[in-house]
């Protein structure tokens, strides 16, 4: 089994997360770690018809911010990446400068020191001068940042075809195999 960790923060953007979460569990030989942070609790329970519970029921085991002792807070605890979606510009920060309080910032901190994948969708727009300098600093400590913009060549018909773009192109770079959409023309997903 493939560990994924997926931590959801408060951010705008729950849709990008419950798609992705859903896909991760249905992938073959994934075993989805969850890290619910209290702002995505809230969150999700204003833009999404998705419980918390119903998220929460979609992983392998889900754990609270403040659960420091848990697996995804240490280097020993092996996973095959951890993607941030949606990531606040506060969690940005926190992981951008090693100056993390809780679960989310603490096991991006130990992706980056292990150098394992680390995913963080920004979905805040426009970004501000810190904002841009925070994604720069992530991105050079060895962070992928994979904005939550959708593009618009698969002709997108429902918000559900923009959402399956962005969670297609996060599948894509943790090489998770997905029938969301066609890559750039390609006759089948």
Request: aromatic share 4%; with cysteine.
């Amino acid at each position: 089994m493939r560990r994924v960790v997926l931590a959801v923060t408060g951010a705008s953007g729950m849709p990008y997360a419950v798609s992705l979460a859903r896909e991760l569990s249905r992938a073959p030989g994934v075993e989805l770690h969850l890290i619910l942070s209290d702002a995505a609790r809230l969150v999700l329970s204003l833009e999404s018809a998705v419980s918390a519970a119903e998220l929460s029921g979609m992983a392998h085991t889900v754990y609270r911010q403040n659960e420091l002792d848990a697996g995804p807070a240490s280097g020993s605890w092996r996973h095959a990446g951890m993607v941030v979606c949606p990531c606040s510009m506060a969690s940005l920060a926190a992981i951008a400068t090693g100056l993390g309080s809780n679960l989310i910032h603490r096991a991006a901190d130990v992706c980056l020191k292990e150098r394992r994948p680390l995913i963080l969708v920004p979905r805040e727009t426009p970004y501000n001068r810190t904002h841009l300098k925070n994604m720069l600093a992530a991105h050079e400590a060895g962070a992928e940042i994979l904005a939550a913009a959708p593009g618009f060549y698969h002709k997108p018909a429902t918000i559900d075809d923009l959402v399956h773009f962005v969670v297609a192109r996060i599948l894509d770079r943790l090489g998770i195999s997905h029938d969301l959409m066609h890559g750039w023309k390609e006759d089948t997903p």
